[in-house]
């Protein structure tokens, strides 16, 4: 099945910073999405985004989708911007696949 | 408000009980799946369904059964409740292929 990892696995800014999380994946795909979990657990939607670049606010996403990987922008990060950032993917009708995740926490 | 709703919030039960948890979702999405979130917070599929059928059954134990009695809700009931069942449970909904959004999870503690 496809693998997904994500990197750095933690990452620490200060409220103000721009940051960059990356999505690989190991095959193609037809569905790719991001996700943040604050620290109260609930899990948001942020970007469906099988390929191109969508903005939201302070957030950003591109997929390059031929070379299998995604990226997730978060500038002037606030520290509401704090909890754990996932990426997932499917192809076909497989489930998706979650990667492990990034870790941000955005100090004040 | 429209959204994915889920309950209890917090389950805490000795092991070898029944539990069940409840999902419903009124964004008229056609697919609603469990995930179970564990302690090191890796997301993983358990269950799937479009249109009431089951069409994600992932390596889980019997003792898990899904039962989605119309589109808008999709029950687990869980027996024989085990230590290693203690977890974080989503309920997620979407349209076929496009985005996911998740219930606010069940924290699941089996003593």
Not at chain 1, 49 to 61: C, D, E, F, M, V
Not at chain 2, 6 to 12: A, F, G, H
Request: net charge neutral.
């Amino acid at each position: 099945g496809i693998q997904v990892e994500q990197s750095p696995p933690d990452l620490i800014l200060q409220e103000g910073a721009n940051s960059t999380l990356r999505c690989n994946f190991s095959d193609s795909v037809n569905n790719l999405q991001w996700f943040h979990q604050n620290p109260w657990g609930q899990l948001i939607n942020l970007f469906y985004i099988p390929s191109g670049t969508k903005q939201n606010g302070r957030l950003s996403a591109t997929t390059v989708a031929t070379e299998r990987y995604s990226l997730l922008y978060i500038s002037s990060s606030q520290t509401t911007d704090s909890g754990v950032y996932f990426c997932a993917t499917n192809s076909g009708n497989t489930p998706l696949v979650f990667g492990k995740g990034t870790r941000l926490s955005v100090i004040a | 408000d429209t959204a994915v709703s889920q309950t209890p919030k917090y389950l805490v039960t000795q092991m070898g009980n029944d539990k069940s948890i409840k999902c419903e979702q009124n964004l008229g999405h056609d697919t609603m799946y469990w995930y179970k979130q564990d302690s090191k917070k890796f997301l993983k599929i358990m269950f799937s369904y479009n249109n009431k059928e089951l069409i994600i059954n992932e390596t889980v134990p019997n003792r898990f059964s899904p039962k989605s009695p119309d589109k808008a809700h999709l029950n687990l009931h869980i027996n024989s409740l085990e230590l290693g069942d203690s977890a974080v449970y989503f309920c997620a909904s979407s349209l076929t292929g496009t985005s996911l959004f998740f219930g606010p999870g069940t924290r699941l503690t089996v003593l």
